[in-house]
């Protein structure tokens, strides 16, 4: 198994929950849910209670499967991050010891840890799993850090399990400041998913799954190489995979001035009409796939709301397609058409292709950025400053 997946708080949890959807990550990954309320696990579809980590402030960490879990990890921190930091901050030891006994044997090469920043428990313990993550794994584990930005375009009224409470877009942007403050002070690289790219309606309802899906199909994407569709590239004539790895989606998430920030796009596109499914002859219905529209379209649903594109350090992205469209004359994507595109942007580059078995060719990209070229943290500071003194929340 080689990479570690953790969860922080309920966004945190819910994103890797997205990712293990798929079975097969799991041959990949392990995951970790930490959370301070049951009822947020308890929603969760893929991530058993034995891999559920309660943090409470006053029972310290209680393993998903202890006695009276229930009752021991019910609290939560009242949504402070300040709370949650003081708590988690002395529990860095035994977190990377939880870590070690979920992963099993040998350590991961990679790690991620996710967490929503708008409200108390991920942002508040975020820094300290990542912390945890590397005195367990040691310093030569990279993790990434993926940070739900809280949608502040407005008050939001916030649906928890056990009840809902309207939080003002102040006291979120002012707790996003102070958690990603500290998570980037940890963390090798951080991947952005903004809820102010949802519709105000869809955030305002917490409305997450399919945004929740999107960014989990990306990272998937990113992480799996050839493993996910159990293809053996070997068996392909003609195609030399390039395939992104994690080292090189970590490489690209640095940045000159330390930690990189990255906006994540995907296109997919089906490579069949719907006659060529109806009719499934050999070669029926296949349609052409331009390189330019499927890196034009990711771009253009980038995770990151306020983001110019144009600004980007370093870009990184991955095609996967079916055979004839990544090897052959009659229908490969034109990789030199999609790199272009990115050249247009920013100037370093880096695009790898695979394959699918689906009828399906995608295009997942991540454009890294220093933070002060991110216009929509600039815009949170701002917001977190107008709301007054940190963590008075
Ligand atoms: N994209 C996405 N955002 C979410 C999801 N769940 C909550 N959020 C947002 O993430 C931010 C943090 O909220 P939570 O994750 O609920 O907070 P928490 O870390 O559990 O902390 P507490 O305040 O202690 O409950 C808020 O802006 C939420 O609107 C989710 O599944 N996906
Ligand atoms: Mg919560």
């Known amino acids: ?33 930490v959370n301070s309320t049951i009822r947020d696990l308890q929603n969760l579809s893929n991530v058993g209670q034995e891999s559920w980590i309660g943090i409470s402030q006053r029972e310290g960490l209680v393993p998903g499967d202890e006695a009276g879990f229930e009752e021991k990890v019910s609290g939560g921190f009242g949504r402070d991050p300040k709370v949650a930091d003081e708590t988690a901050s002395d529990l860095v030891g035994p977190l990377a010891s939880a870590f070690a006994e979920q992963f099993g044997e040998g350590t991961p090469s990679f790690a991620f840890v996710f967490a929503g920043l708008g409200g108390g428990t991920g942002c508040g313990i975020a820094p300290h799993v990542a912390e945890a993550v590397t005195e367990f794994a040691g310093e030569t584990t ?47 690289g951080i991947l952005l998913v903004d809820n102010q790219r949802l519709a105000y309606e869809e955030a305002a309802e917490g409305r997450f799954d399919d945004f929740n899906e999107y960014v989990a199909a990306g990272i998937r994407d990113l992480v799996s190489g050839p493993v996910l569709e159990r293809i053996d590239p070997g068996t392909y004539e003609d195609f030399q995979p390039q395939t992104i790895d994690l080292q090189d989606v970590v490489t690209s998430l640095s940045v000159p001035d330390g930690t990189g920030y990255a906006a994540m796009g995907r296109s997919v ?39 110019s594109p144009g600004l980007a350090k370093r870009a990184i992205g991955q095609i996967r397609a079916p055979a004839p469209y990544v090897s052959g004359d ?51 500071e701002s917001q977190a400053a107008r709301y007054g003194p940190s963590t008075t929340v």
């Open 142 to 188: 990279d993790v990434i850090g993926v940070a739900v930005l809280p949608n502040t375009s407005g008050d939001i009224t916030r649906q928890n399990a056990d009840d809902e409470e309207t939080v003002s877009a102040g006291r979120q942007a002012s707790n996003a400041v102070y958690g990603l403050d500290r998570l980037e002070a940890v963390v090798d």
């Open 1 to 33: 198994m080689a990479y570690l997946f953790v969860g922080a708080g309920q966004a945190g949890c819910a994103l890797v929950d997205s990712v293990f959807e798929v079975d097969r990550v799991s041959t990949l990954a392990t995951p970790v849910a």
């Open 269 to 307: 596109v089906q490579t069949k009409s719907l006659p060529g499914y109806l009719v499934p002859f050999l070669g029926l219905g296949r349609q052409s796939v331009d390189g330019d529209t499927l890196a034009q379209l990711a771009i253009s649903k980038r995770s990151v709301a306020d983001l």
């Open 330 to 380: 009659d229908y490969r994507i034109e990789i030199s058409l999609v790199r272009s595109r990115l050249d247009s942007y920013c100037p370093e580059v880096n695009l790898g292709m695979m394959l699918t078995e689906r009828n399906l060719a995608s295009f997942t990209t991540l454009l890294t950025f220093e933070r002060e070229d991110v216009d929509r943290i600039e815009q949170l």
